[in-house]
């Protein structure tokens, strides 16, 4: 099999087509191929993959028949935890391999929650370590969401029915004791635990507490309209909302209701993507025999940048919203453009 994709690669000029706002990765790409060509996510066409050898992407690109159909492509990458923009189905009767990137963002998620939790207790009077936080989805993301949740000295419960766990609690659970509930699944539309619209108007009125909602997962797990009910009714005391049903275009009245409302970026830290391009290099090197070019690095800090140890100073989600909820038809750009933001004070 080696063999077989030494003389495919040398036979031929390997080309790679990349979503442009992926960072850091395209230096060892083009030690690795004779064409790497960025293009915009949104709008990668059949035309522009029809003679690659390789696709990497984001949420943006939907890779399925209308896309890849008689494309030279044997290989997909997308470099995000979730994959419901790939068409695995057709992936894999058309003999395309592909992968995605668990958990390369997750400390940054963390982070992102860590942040809202702190501003919710200095801003909204929340004091964490008299609250009890329910995290509905207990994989990459939420394990490391609970490390945080104990750490501030929360109380956790845990609620992931696939998962099994004979400490885990049902969500009915969730609904009677939390005052912030986060959300931390993959988007699912069939089955017994199907996430689409898990948190959804009969969700809210479960509710017996007031809680503070947090979603960070994916825009259809939480109801959009009937939060913003929920939030009109006080039935939840209050918002931070990272993902949006129908984005890049979302509902402005919601976003103007919650107390944090950010553009997809909760992951967006420079460690989370620098994960992620590690992990599509090793699969890309793996699927084509290629050998490794090296790590990927994130860029540091400013030597200036100013820190004494509060999070808040590494990162403060309330920038992010400030600037969303001042131009909510700016999504895209305030996405793709995301400033440098790290986890760790690192120069």
């Known amino acids: 099999m080696a063999l077989y994709w030494f003389f495919c690669i040398f036979a031929h000029r390997m080309k790679i087509i990349i979503d442009d706002k992926i960072p850091y990765i395209r230096e060892k790409l083009r030690q690795l191929a004779d064409e790497v060509v960025p293009l915009s996510g949104a709008a990668i066409s059949a035309a522009d993959v029809r003679d690659a050898d390789a696709l990497i992407v984001r949420t943006r690109t939907h ?46 998620v963390a982070q992102y929650v860590e942040s809202s939790l702190l501003l919710l207790q200095q801003e909204k009077g929340l004091t964490l370590r008299d609250a009890t936080i329910g995290i509905i989805g207990c994989g990459h993301v939420g394990s490391k969401v609970k490390a945080v949740a104990e750490r501030l000295g929360m109380r956790v419960l845990i609620c992931d029915p696939p998962l099994g766990h004979a400490d885990y609690v049902p969500l009915t659970t969730i609904a009677q004791e939390a005052d912030v509930i986060t959300f931390h699944v993959p988007l699912t539309r069939e089955g017994v635990h199907a996430t689409w619209h898990m948190a959804d108007e009969l969700f809210f009125h479960r509710l017996s507490k007031v809680p503070y909602i947090i979603n960070t997962s994916r825009g259809e797990v939480v109801d959009n309209t009937a939060l913003l009910t929920a939030l009109q009714q006080g039935r939840v005391r209050d918002a931070v ?87 909510p038809s700016e999504f895209e750009d305030l996405r793709n453009n995301y400033p440098l933001r790290r986890e760790h004070f690192d120069v």
């Open 63 to 108: 890779c399925d028949e209308s896309l890849l159909k008689d494309s030279k492509v044997r290989f997909v990458a997308t470099a995000t935890i979730g994959f419901d923009h790939i068409d695995t189905d057709y992936m894999e009767r058309a003999g395309i391999a592909w992968t995605s990137c668990p958990g390369c963002n997750a400390a940054s």
């Open 241 to 327: 909302i990272d993902v949006w049903e129908g984005e890049p275009r979302l509902n402005e009245e919601l976003l103007q209701q919650v107390f944090i409302g950010t553009p997809h970026i909760a992951g967006y830290s420079a460690d989370g993507k620098a994960n992620a391009d590690n992990m599509v290099i090793d699969a890309l090197c793996r699927h084509f025999g290629l050998p490794y070019p090296g790590k990927v690095l994130p860029p540091k800090l400013p030597a200036d940048f100013p820190y004494t140890g509060n999070p808040l100073e590494l990162y403060n989600p309330m920038k992010d919203s400030d600037a969303l909820k001042n131009n």
